[in-house]
Nanobody
Framework: VQLQASGGGLVQAGDSLRLSCEAS????????MGWFRQAPGKEREFVAA????????YYADSVKGRFFISRDNAKNTVYLQGMSLKPEDTDVYYC??????????????????WGQGTQVTVSS
């Protein structure tokens, strides 16, 4: 599975941004999908996850109510909509795919495939 993340950029605090992650090479609807973020020198942090059919979503406390994850299986794409962005949301954002139905969605080692990352910078 290849994952291609896009949509990052430089925005002002309070702005919104939508990230996309397009999958290829396998049946997209087989996978649970997640978004993580990581700053240089820091550990990778869970942001949000969504089940294979979109029925279940999960969020880190730090983004709950501001970020929203969704997916379109017909387009092989998962989205992360960020609203009311803060400078502390500045990071490289990665999408990931997991094949196991079980397993905590917030744990990065549960994921089998990773995209290349897209930089999000929020200026104050």
């Amino acid at each position: 599975v290849q994952l291609q993340a896009s949509g990052g950029g430089l925005v002002q605090a309070g702005d919104s941004l939508r990230l996309s992650c397009e999958a290829s090479g396998a049946t997209f609807s087989r996978f649970g999908m997640g978004w993580f973020r990581q700053a240089p020198g820091k550990e990778r942090e869970f942001v949000a996850a969504i089940s294979w059919n979109g029925d279940s979503t999960y969020y880190a406390d730090s983004v709950k109510g501001r970020f929203f994850i969704s997916r379109d299986n017909a387009k092989n794409t998962v989205y992360l909509q960020g609203m009311s962005l803060k400078p502390e949301d500045t990071d490289v954002y990665y999408c990931a795919a997991k094949t196991r139905v079980l397993g905590a969605p917030e744990l990065d080692y549960e994921y089998d495939y990773w995209g290349q990352g897209t930089q999000v910078t929020v200026s104050s």
